[in-house]
């Protein structure tokens, strides 16, 4: 300290209380101290944001692969907000529909990417035409060599004027079919005869006109013919089912007076058996030759070979 500042610090006790100052090398060795102390927590400081620094690196560079990185001392809590959701837009929502898809024949677009269309076959349609080759052929030991014919006519005899299974049809087709026994010699007139007729319906109408049938006939038991005087016909409902999917069977017997040109001796006995497979109805009425009557195994087994032949055309 230079002699003027000693000397006025001096001069300057003496006007104060002497144990109110403190002495000149106190006061210089005090803010010695101060500033050492200041010089030590800069370099303290330092090498706190050093050390913080590597261990932050250190804990980055050691993070597992896809784990995000985070400082490795616990964070002070913080005050959580809620944050509402976005709203989703309607049209961006995916709603798988297959049905939809199976019947449009559309493309579906899903969360995994396009769909291919659905393909689809179209439904059955039922036939509208009805072939040669949907009638049965006739065994060959029943050939007459008579080829059949294809002609306009009713499939059912009169019924008390009943009309069973005239609603929904789609189309009918019948043909007249000579055959004989077959211990009939050849070149013989032949057996008998039917009056074969298909009819298709629309969906659901063929169980109907069968049901149609039976209520016709047993609603008809006895009949005057209009058109042949003295000639009564009686109708009545026989069993002997399991012909396709169902069948119908029915006998007509006619009774002849005296004088109606019929040989005595009896009745006239005609069968009429309608089978129904699906929605094909097909009708044997058999109609004999010259007076002759129904051979029930006969019309049996040509029932049979109708059926298969239909079911094979179906098919």
């Not at 610090?9 to 060795?29: E, F, I, K, N």
């Not at 560079?61 to 964070?75: C, F, K, V």
């Not at 065994?139 to 014919?149: F, L, W, Y």
């Not at 009819?199 to 109408?205: E, N, P, S």
Request: glycine share 10%; proline share 10%.
């Amino acid at each position: 300290m230079s002699r003027e500042l000693h000397r006025f610090y001096r001069s300057l006790a003496q006007d104060t209380d002497p144990g109110g100052l403190v002495p000149p090398d106190l006061v210089r060795r005090y803010a010695d101290r101060r500033a050492r102390l200041r010089a030590a927590a800069g370099v303290l400081v330092v090498a706190a944001l050093v050390g913080g620094t590597a261990a932050g690196t250190r804990f980055v560079l050691t993070a597992a692969p896809g784990t995000p990185a985070g400082p490795p001392s616990i964070s002070p809590p913080t005050t959580a907000v809620a944050v509402p959701a976005p709203a989703v837009s309607p049209a961006a929502t995916v709603t798988s529909a297959p049905a939809a898809s199976a019947l449009t024949g559309s493309a579906v677009r899903s969360p995994a990417g396009p769909v291919s269309p659905a393909v689809t076959s179209p439904s059955a349609r039922p036939p509208t035409a009805i072939p040669d080759a949907a009638f049965f052929t006739l065994a060959a030991a029943n050939e007459t060599g008579v080829r059949p014919m294809f002609t306009p006519g009713p499939a059912l005899p009169q019924l008390c004027g009943a009309h069973p299974g005239d609603s929904g049809v789609v189309r009918s087709r019948g043909r007249v079919l000579a055959f004989r026994y077959a211990d009939t010699p050849k070149g013989y007139v032949p057996d008998g005869s039917y009056r074969h007729t298909i009819t298709l319906y629309r969906a659901g109408r063929a169980e109907d006109a069968l049901g149609e049938l039976r209520a016709a006939v047993r609603d008809c038991p006895i009949q005057q013919s209009s058109d042949t005087p003295g000639v009564t016909s009686r109708y009545r409902l026989l069993g002997g089912g399991g012909y396709g999917d169902e069948s119908v069977l029915f006998e007509l017997r006619r009774s002849y007076s005296e004088g109606a040109g019929v040989p005595a001796g009896g009745d006239e006995i005609r069968l009429v058996r309608a089978i129904r497979l699906g929605d094909a109805v097909t009708v044997l009425w058999e109609q004999g030759w010259e007076g002759t009557s129904s051979d029930r195994s006969q019309v049996d087994a040509d029932s049979r070979r109708a059926v298969d032949a239909l079911r094979d055309w179906l098919d």
